[in-house]
């Protein structure tokens, strides 16, 4: 008796699990086919596409729904697709693509200390994925003063405060610094102290005296300003 005699229907797909942030659970409608095919789910991690097992990460890589545990940003990007196999051949989904997100977080000192009229920098770094943008949510920065964004990563910004401060000097600056990606905000109280060199206001004067002398007249005096 010959194959068709027997019902026997290659499976076909009826669509591809959907993308989800966070990935935890992703289903997909049980395939048509005779004899009923049997399902396996596979991973691609940017190396080819591999079967999965059920382990501590991974369950379910049988059925309908693929749980993952455990999630990390070292998932982030991983695509998943679920084979059906029966006698007569297979077909895979589409692949869904694993989005994962972490809040942003600095990674550096909430404070510094600039000069006025002197060239300075100040680097701030914020980690998260997506990369987050860092920005300056509130206060303003002394004129001369930028903050400047100088490399993104995967997971992480590095942005830059200087220049040449020309206002504020002897002064501290409050700020809110703000790391921001489509997971959350996240805000940092800044304190930005702007220093002045010491300046002499009065100089000493030429005073004679007489041998032994010690009166209070006779003696320098010198005042400074920062």
Not at 45 to 62: E, H, K, M, P, R
């Amino acid at each position: 008796m010959c194959s068709s005699d027997l019902g026997v229907h290659a499976p076909h797909a009826r669509g591809g699990p959907g993308d989800r942030g966070g990935g935890l659970r992703l289903r997909h409608a049980p395939d048509p086919g005779d004899p009923a095919p049997g399902l396996q789910w596979q991973v691609n991690a940017g190396f080819g596409w591999v079967a999965l097992f059920n382990d501590a990460n991974y369950s379910g890589v049988t059925s309908g729904t693929l749980s993952v545990a455990g999630v990390t940003t070292a998932l982030n990007g991983y695509q998943y697709r679920a084979t059906a196999l029966n006698a007569s051949g297979s077909v895979s989904t589409n692949a869904a693509v694993l989005t994962v997100q972490s809040v942003p977080a600095f990674t550096t000192a909430a404070t510094t200390s600039f000069t006025l009229n002197a060239a300075v920098s100040f680097t701030v770094t914020a980690t998260g994925v997506p990369a987050p943008a860092i920005t300056v949510a509130s206060g303003s920065l002394p004129a001369g003063v930028t903050l400047t964004t100088t490399s993104t990563g995967a997971d992480s910004t590095t942005a830059t405060l200087g220049g040449t401060p020309t206002s504020g000097g002897g002064t501290t600056v409050s700020l809110v610094l703000r790391a921001g990606n489509s997971a959350a905000n996240t805000d940092q109280n800044f304190s930005l102290v702007v220093m002045t060199v010491p300046a002499i206001t009065t100089q000493p004067s030429a005073v004679t005296a007489a041998l032994g002398e010690t009166t209070r007249e006779k003696f320098w005096s010198v005042l400074a300003r920062s």
